[in-house]
């Protein structure tokens, strides 16, 4: 089993930054590639960005040059740094992996960018 906590979330008003974070515990050793997804209102769930345990990255076009994406292996712990953040930001962010043939998802952070 895996669980994945997500935190960092809230209110920003434009071109504002927030980081993100995704605490991973249980089967840690099972997990390889950690990634973000978001859900707006209304839409389907997207992937934002993903991570390798090695480090390599992928982003969605959307936020490329905007969102980092980052690991911690030491304390179990992917952030997503979002900078420039526009009101098209605005979703619950998830954090998402794979381990072991199940899915796992975290419960969800709240960003919302308004002014």
């Known amino acids: 089993q895996v669980q994945l906590v997500e935190s960092g979330g809230g209110l920003v008003q434009p071109g504002g930054s927030l980081r993100l974070s995704c605490a991973a515990s249980?089967?840690?050793?099972?997990?390889?590639?950690i990634h973000w997804h978001r859900q707006a209102p209304g839409k389907g769930r997207e992937l934002v960005a993903g991570?390798?345990?090695?480090?390599?990255?992928n982003y969605a076009g959307s936020v490329k040059g905007r969102f980092t994406i980052s690991r911690d292996n030491a304390n179990n712990t992917v952030y997503l740094q979002m900078n420039n953040l526009k009101p098209q930001d605005t979703a619950v962010y998830y954090c998402?992996?794979?381990?072991?043939?199940?899915?796992?998802w975290g419960q969800g952070t709240q960003v919302t960018v308004s002014s």
């Open positions: 998402y992996t794979y381990a072991r043939g199940k899915n796992y």
């Open positions: 249980g089967s840690i050793s099972s997990i390889n590639d």
């Open positions: 991570i390798t345990r090695s480090g390599s990255t």
